[in-house]
């Protein structure tokens, strides 16, 4: 990869982090994680599953662009 092409990769990062939203993802995980953990979760198991839905979603969510970040620190590290 040429120094351009890494400046055009890191940018199109930069893009996606606003696009999806990064931090506000990873500040209702923590909410939602929260609501997890209370000794009532499961009173209401219709509520308490879409919620394990939503915790899994977005740490799916979290994990691929976490990945993409990942792929993209080893094209630095090869290309110097």
């Given amino acids: 990869f040429s120094k351009e092409n890494i400046k055009v990769i890191k940018k199109r990062i930069d893009t996606l982090r606003g696009i999806f939203d990064v ?47 990942s792929k993209y620190d080893d094209v630095i590290v090869l290309s110097d």
């Fill in 23 to 69: 931090e506000s993802k990873e500040k209702k995980l923590q909410v939602l994680e929260e609501k997890a953990s209370n000794s009532d979760f499961w009173s209401d198991p219709k509520t308490a599953q879409q919620t394990v839905k939503n915790i899994q979603f977005i740490k799916k969510q979290l994990l691929d662009f976490k990945n993409l970040n």
